[in-house]
Each structure stands twice: as structure tokens, then as C-alpha cells.
């Protein structure tokens, strides 16, 4: 089970999905050409075939198609439990359902052809398809399940890529779309051979119709039922091993006396899962979060060293050398852990039963905003005298974030926290979190001109501006529960903030933000600065005013 590296695996089936998907973008790019005729995706067809048909592309088309699938049969097998989040259920049923909504075309296209020795044409191809409405429907979700599948894959592997902001809407673009003019292509070549038949009483061109010999549709049939048998016999191999008793034991013990005992290879998050004991993990067991890490107290000694997925996450959150993310963490002997963001080992109810109260991961943008020496202003007013302008100063906030689009996630003190793109795309969101900025710099002048008089110095704000993911969620205790954000984003955002008090500014807002919201601030500051826990900085526009951002904002906005 050890012989080959996690890393290897998740590259094997990066790739081999990669050239699957490569495959199926082209294959739909030929079917959109009978939005133009049967002889364009015959033409299409050809240059298609002449590729993926030859030797080395037919290996390397179902070796792709071998691993991937032999890689979703090692990862349910590697899981050692069934109790999962719905999610990845789906996920991993959604996976291995693919081959078996894929053989009758695999078997119509390419087997049949090959024991024949004649090459299935496109209006062969369509005239089965569309005699049918049980071969269109299934042709059809198949289409949608093939590219779901391969756009879901992508979409995993390039979201957390740097550039993958900067075309983002491109890309969900022509993941729109390519099977739209697939299936209208699809459809209009299969109405177009309708067409000439009724014309010419038959198929038109005779250089569309086969007159070779076909394979005895019973043979045919017996062809398909092996390749679902194979498939389905890999399946439950794998199931089979699975129930097979286990090499060894070990015992993960829990703060509350609890045990898990399981069989070699398990995580800790599926011994957690399989004991049916609660623990967080936002991300779904892929490592691409925090949230499930545990802290081990005893049995740490000769356990695997975490591989390079789990030790980059370890190092972003500067995690003592006994933290360990319980989603890749494989213990090879007994071991006593505490799940850190598990509120059952602190004896506190968990409600991550409620909708989202587990949380999700979003891109938004995040507006934190304070008043600048306000503690100064306070000692010289009354208490009472103090809560009313402060709460003058919130009603401002929330009026100007509220009415830019976004929602107010906190007070803090005198600052607060707001978040923008919860029900709209991150480009948009970036744009209200600009907007309520420049309504904060006007309001907080408003408030000045009221106060005027009661006021030894104005009021002034420090704002600061990020975009990027986050975790959002139900969080807190009982009636203290609320939606709110958390997530490297935020913190960024509350830096930025404090930069701005540095540099005397109203607004520090990320490049970042500015490039996702189609905007320039050239003419303004622009400097880099360091994050802790990051190597590289992070551009930053340094604007005196931020109600001069209105100027450059859309006049929707």
C-alpha cells in the first residue's frame, strides 16, 4: 500500500485526467462543427482520428483512461471507510459511474470499427444516435457527466493557482460554452441527415452512407456486457479487498477517552470518521486546509514524515513539528491525539449539523475598516457621549457596506469587518468593496461636518482592501452563532488596513483586488509589502482619499 507515494499518485491522476480532458475538449470541439455541416465535422473527424487513432495516441488515450479510473478504484480502496460527507460520496460515485455511460459509444466508435476494419463515419454515428431516444438521452448525459467531470478536475487542480484569478472568467466561459455547441452540433447534424433523407429518399451523399458490412448486433451486444462485467468486476474487487481482514492495528486514542481502532493505512480523519467521531475538515480530506489538523501527545515518535502537499500547509501555518493534518496523516503504530479545531475535545457542542455551519470555501472580497486614535477622542467624552457616536459611526459602515452590495461580518471595537461577493462573482464583489469604501471616506466627513463642534480632531478612518479565498460558515456558540469569514484573506485585508495607518492613508487596497475588479490606479502609490508567513510580498495601492476611488469606479457601481 506504501509503495507508491501519495505525491505520485495525485500526479498520476493529475495526468492521466489532463490527457482525458484534452480528449474531450477536442472530441466536442468536432462535434460544434455540425453547427456547420456533416462534411465540416467529417473533415474535423479526420484530422481527430489521425491522431488518436494512431498507435502511440490510441496508448496513450486508454492508458489515461486505465490509470485514471484504476487511481479511483485506489482511492476508494486507500479510504478503508465509507462513512464520508456527502460530497465526496457523490464525488467518487460520480467517478466510477463515467465508464459505464461511456461504453456503448466506445464500443459504436472504436471497437466495432477496429474487428471490421471499417472506420465508423459521423452520419453512421448520428443515425444510430438519433434513431433512438434512448441512445440521444444517454448520449447526451453522457456528454454532460464527461465534461462536468473533467471541468470539476480542472476546476480542484487550478484554484488555488496565482493566475488563475486573471482568467477565471474566460475560463468558466468556455466551460459554458463548449458543450452547448457541442450538443447543438450534435443536434444539427443528426436534423441535417434527417433532411437529405427526406429529400432524396435516403441518406444524401452516398459518400456519408457505409455499405460495408456490419458486426451481429447480438455480437455487439455480448461486447458491451463484458466491458460493464470487467468494469463492474474491478469495482468489487475492490470492495472485496477492502472487506479482507486487515495485516495490523492500531489504536488512535482521542482527549475524551475515546478509541478508534483501525487498520493499518487509515488516516486519522477516516479512523475519526469510522469511530464516528466528529472532526472538522472544511476542504474535504484533500489538504488543502487546516481545519482537521490534530496535535499529537503521545506515539509521534517513527511515524511517516509528512509528504510535500502536508508539509506546505504545515509551514504556511508555522505548525509545531507534533501538529499534523489528520487528513494525510497515516499513523504507522498507536497514537494520542487532540483535534484542535474539534469543539467535541473541548466538551463543547459542535454545530456543524446546521446548513453550512461546517463552512465553505468562497472568493470574496474583505473591507476592514478602524478609526484612527478614536481611543485618544474617547477619554475626553462621556461614556454615554461615546457610545452614541459610536454607534452614529456603525450605522455609517453598515449603511455604506450594505448599500454597496456587501454584508457587515463583525464590529471590532471601533473597526469592522465586511464582506462582499457571497451572492455575486468576484470581479462585481471587488467593485462594491471599492464603492463602500469611497461611501465610507464621504460618510466619515458627513459625520465630521455633525460633530463638528463636539470634536477636539476630526475623525479619521484607515481602510484596507483584499480579494481571495476564504472559509465562510456558521461559527460561535448558541446564540453568539453567525455567518462570518476566516481564512488568510481576512488577515491580509487586516494588515492592509494597519498599512495605511503607517503610511497616514485612508485606503490600502491589494493590486490584486484592482486587477479582479477591471480597474487602474495608476497615478497613485504603489509599493510592496511583506506578509508574515509568506515569502513573496504583496502589491499595494496607497490612496491619501479613498472617496477619490469613485472616479474610477463604473458609473453602475
Known sequence: MTIISANTRKKTHLISGAVLG?????????????????????????????????????????????????????????????????????????????PFLLIPHVVAARVEPLLTGVAADYPQILRALWSSSAGTTRQTIALLFVWSHA?????????????????????????????????????????????DYAEHGAYGDRAYVSQEPRLNPARLENIRLAFYAGFASLIGGTLALRALPARGRIRVRYPDGRVAAVSLGFSVLEASRAAGIPHVSVCGGRGRCSTCRVRIIEGLEGQPAPESAELATLTRIAAPDNVRLACQFRPTHNVTIVPILDTDSLGVKTQLARQNGGGRERRVAVLFCDLRDFTRIAEHKLPYDTVFLLNRYFEMIGEAVEGSGGVIDKFIGDGALAIFGLKSPLPEACRQALAAAARLSAGIRSLNQTFEGELEQPLRLAIGLHAGPAIVGEMGYGQATSLTAVGD????????????????????????????????????????????????????????????ISEVLPAQS
Open 151 to 195: 471541468c470539476l478536475g480542472a476546476w480542484f487542480w487550478m484554484r488555488g493557482r496565482d493566475w488563475f484569478p486573471r482568467y477565471e472568467f474566460l475560463l468558466y466561459t468556455v466551460a459554458l460554452l463548449v458543450p452547448i455547441f457541442a450538443l447543438l452540433g450534435f443536434v444539427n447534424g443528426a436534423r441535417s441527415i434527417g433532411r
Open 22 to 98: 484534452t480528449f474531450v475538449l477536442l472530441h466536442f470541439v468536432n462535434h460544434s462543427l455540425g453547427l456547420i455541416s456533416i462534411g465540416a465535422m467529417e473533415a474535423g473527424r479526420r484530422v481527430f482520428t489521425l491522431v488518436w487513432h494512431s498507435l502511440p495516441g490510441t496508448i496513450l488515450l486508454y492508458g489515461a483512461l486505465l490509470l485514471h479510473f484504476l487511481m479511483a478504484l485506489d482511492s476508494l480502496y486507500r479510504r478503508q471507510t465509507l462513512r464520508m460527507p456527502a460530497g465526496e460520496a457523490l464525488k467518487i460515485i460520480f467517478g466510477l459511474s463515467l
Open 489 to 548: 484573506t481576512i488577515n491580509t485585508a487586516s494588515r492592509l488596513e494597519g498599512l495605511a495607518k503607517e503610511h497616514d492613508a485612508e485606503l490600502a487596497v491589494s493590486v490584486e483586488l484592482i486587477e479582479r475588479a477591471g480597474l487602474n490606479l495608476e497615478g497613485y502609490r504603489r509599493m510592496d509589502i511583506g506578509l508574515r508567513g509568506r515569502q513573496a510580498t504583496l502589491e499595494t495601492w496607497i490612496v491619501d482619499d479613498a472617496a477619490e
